[in-house]
């Protein structure tokens, strides 16, 4: 999965090697998250600036990386993410998922509503578990199901500390179509919705993918890949007033899971 600006870490920062590593192992990966952090294809000169390694370890890298079908060669000599990363990336995420299920049961519990796992993925959001409100009116998305960003609260929590112009990027690839008359559909008014969830701490879809639905979300700081959480229930239910007791909840739970991804061994 595509890292993202999700949290106030610096998404372009790498971590080290780690002490008795393999070097070329790590080498490898690192150069995997840079060409997914530029969009999924680079050039060798690119990587070499962004990596600081030189060109002839970063061919022969590559060589192996093509070898293996994790990295394919265009027909321009530029380097793309290959096919053999779909099944690692789909598995890991599954596995995401079942390691994400008990936060948002908890969160289930203490709210009532129903609670998302998403990622973002490219430029689409993609739901990767679901734990559903017991109440007999109560939101379903389907674990698998991708939305554009501009039009959801776990959207607005993903691209929240994304740089503008990146941002508007995006916005001018996916284009802002309306899911409802109320869906953000300028990179202005996404923006100044961006500038709010920086405030707050929490995004809002206010009856935004589906009228009466109301969203609240968060991400989940310092997660291995950008990742948010949130509630959606009726918009009856899922108030303003309800927010100021929701979002403790939310970023509480979101705290833990970041935790909990980061350990080796995720409750």
């Known amino acids: 999965m595509p890292t993202s600006s999700a949290s106030t870490t610096d998404a372009s920062a790498k971590p080290t090697a780690a002490s008795g ?7 490898a990966f690192d150069l995997l998250e840079r ?3 530029a969009g999924g294809e680079v050039g ?3 990587l070499s600036a962004a990596s600081g390694l ?6 022969r890298l590559m060589r192996t990386l093509v070898a293996c079908g994790y990295v394919r060669q265009q027909p321009n000599r530029r380097y793309s993410l290959g096919p053999r990363l779909i099944r690692l990336g789909e598995s890991a995420s599954r596995l995401l998922g079942t390691w ?4 948002l049961a908890r969160l289930v519990e203490e709210t009532g509503e129903t609670a998302n796992m998403a990622l973002l993925d490219g430029d689409e959001i993609v739901y990767v578990a679901q734990v559903p409100s017991k109440h007999s009116m109560r939101m379903f998305t389907e674990v698998g199901r991708r939305v554009l960003p501009h039009s959801t609260g776990v959207g607005k929590a993903l691209l929240a500390y994304t740089p503008a112009d990146e941002v508007r990027a995006l916005l001018a690839r996916t284009g802002m179509p309306a899911a409802t008359e109320k869906t953000i559909t300028t990179p202005e008014g996404f923006l100044e919705a961006l500038e709010q969830v920086r405030k707050t701490g929490y995004a809002v879809d206010d ?13 989940v700081p310092n997660s291995p890949t950008a990742a948010a959480i949130s509630i959606s229930g009726p ?19 979101a705290a833990e899971l970041s935790v909990a991804l980061q350990s080796q061994n995720p409750a």
Do not use: K, W
């Open 21 to 27: 590593g393999v070097q070329s192992l790590e080498r």
């Open 35 to 37: 060409m997914a952090d």
């Open 44 to 46: 060798l000169s690119e």
């Open 54 to 59: 030189p060109l002839p370890t970063i061919h």
């Open 100 to 103: 994400a299920r008990p936060y």
């Open 207 to 219: 009856n935004e993918q589906e009228i009466g639905v109301r969203c609240l979300a968060v991400s």
């Open 235 to 253: 918009a009856g239910r899922v108030t303003e007033a309800v927010a100021e007791s929701f979002v403790p909840i939310l970023q509480g739970v």
